[in-house]
């Protein structure tokens, strides 16, 4: 299976800031990768998928890259509603494998 | 809009079984794979079952080998997943989501979960 490392686990940051959360594949995945936005008690929502492709709607704060096996979801300027958590997937190979998540949170 | 509808969650004893139904709309169901995805509590998302378009192939998580079936109707517009010889740690919110096509990526749409709580 493949394992999909997500750093960091927890982290805390202040309105306006970046942020750079990491996924990493334990092998190559091609660009099959999205991301998504999970509030409390709430549905999980795709932010990016094909690795870097802007889900319709979400705001261009959001951004995402990479390939292969390194995978990065960037925040460029946090703003009070990002503050949540977040997932990535693979959906190169199955099982497909989410990453452990990262919460965001207020500083 | 692509609606997806989850019913059939509650509470079973561990060892028991439990169907899960989501009903999908707004797309041409029988054009799409479909997943389900679990959450246990407090914890993170957890992949569990593909099924393709057709229901000639089927993907299972290790965990859940055996015990779950994932299936589908496409004359109901319905996805299903039998589930027996339920442990504890089963108990999750469950749900289903779509599969993509043409040029559409997968997980854009998912329904709004259903909990499946296994205890005694």
């Known amino acids: 299976d493949i394992q999909m490392t997500q750093s960091p686990s927890a982290m805390s940051a202040s309105v306006g800031d970046r942020v750079t959360i990491t996924c990493r594949a334990s092998?190559?995945?091609?660009?099959?990768l999205a991301w998504f936005q999970q509030k409390p008690g709430k549905v999980p929502k795709r932010l990016i998928y094909?690795?870097?492709s802007l889900q319709s709607g979400v705001p261009s704060r959001f951004s995402g890259s990479g390939s292969g096996t390194e995978f990065t979801l960037t925040i460029s300027s946090l703003q009070p509603e990002d503050f949540s958590t977040y997932y990535c997937?693979?959906?190169?190979?199955?099982?497909?494998?989410f990453g452990q998540g990262t919460k965001l949170e207020i500083k | 809009q692509v609606q997806l509808v989850e019913s059939g969650g509650g509470v079973v004893q561990p060892g028991g079984s439990l169907t899960l139904s989501c009903l999908a709309s707004g797309f041409n169901f029988s054009s799409y794979g479909m997943y389900w995805v679990r959450q246990a509590p407090g914890k993170g998302l957890e992949w569990v079952a593909f099924?393709?378009?057709?229901?000639?192939?089927?993907y299972y998580v290790d965990s859940v080998k055996g015990r779950f079936t994932i299936s589908r109707d496409n004359s109901k517009n319905t996805l299903y997943l039998g589930m027996s010889s339920l442990r504890p740690e089963d108990t999750a919110v469950y749900y289903c989501?779509?599969?993509?096509?043409?040029?559409?990526?997968?997980?854009?749409?998912w329904g709004q979960g259903i909990l499946v709580t296994v205890s005694s």
């Open positions: 997937l693979q959906h190169h190979t199955f099982p497909y494998t």
């Open positions: 099924i393709r378009y057709d229901g000639s192939k089927e």
């Open positions: 989501a779509q599969d993509g096509g043409g040029s559409s990526w997968p997980f854009e749409n």
């Open positions: 092998q190559g995945i091609s660009n099959y």
């Open positions: 094909a690795s870097s």
